[in-house]
């Protein structure tokens, strides 16, 4: 009878230390950040328009994101890093935006001129610039993997934009003599951004 009890409790003894084992890698399959350090962002916000980037976490502080933006005039490309210093479903964030749109040359503005079937062209539109956006926001983080995130703060930014001296003289006539010498200007402005953040992997 002893020998029985003896090999019960030898034998039960690797499962109750399983258990423990299961429950923790069941918890760390059940953590959205440790199984989804991907994820495809869409945002909205000043100065770059609409956003799509794929974002990295490599570590629970750190999510980098890189992708297009489009202003409603050309597009233009983004990376940035954003901090998480707290955790949970509702959390601070810290986030660092660079991106440049590039100005539109001589050549783009002549076919965009030819075309009459588009509507005229804004002066805007040969204006190109590069920022740097600091952003402090919240982040709600939901149980579908989805993250809404607000943020707001300020962009220093630089637009400029080429001459264009070697337009055609039919296309000249629809800038004006300011227009064709180029020019750059620096300015600080606040800047805002709101969207959601669809973790995977």
């Known amino acids: 009878m002893s020998t029985l009890v003896v090999m019960v409790v030898l034998l039960s003894a690797p499962v109750a230390l399983a258990v423990p084992r299961l429950e923790s890698r069941r ?39 890189l992708g297009a933006t489009h202003n409603g005039i050309r597009a233009g490309g983004r990376a940035g890093l954003t901090l998480l210093p707290m955790r949970g479903w509702l959390t601070p964030a810290i986030s660092l935006d660079f991106g440049h749109a590039q100005p539109a040359d001589e050549r783009r503005l002549e076919r965009r001129l030819s075309d009459l079937s588009q509507p005229p062209v804004p002066s805007l539109e040969r204006v190109g610039y590069t920022y740097v956006s600091a952003l402090l926001g919240l982040e709600v983080r939901m149980p579908s993997r989805i993250t809404f995130f607000v943020r707001g703060g300020l962009s220093f930014m630089e637009l400029n934009a080429p001459g264009l001296e070697g337009l055609e003289e039919p296309f000249r006539r629809a800038i004006s003599p300011a227009e064709e010498k180029p020019w750059t200007m620096r300015l600080i402005r606040p800047t805002a951004k709101l969207g959601f953040l669809l973790s995977f992997g």
Do not use: K, Y
């Open 27 to 65: 918890e760390a399959t059940q953590d959205p950040e440790r199984i989804a350090p991907f994820g495809l962002m869409l945002d909205a916000g000043i100065p770059e328009g609409a956003g799509l980037s794929v974002a990295f976490r490599p570590t629970r502080l750190v999510r980098l994101h």
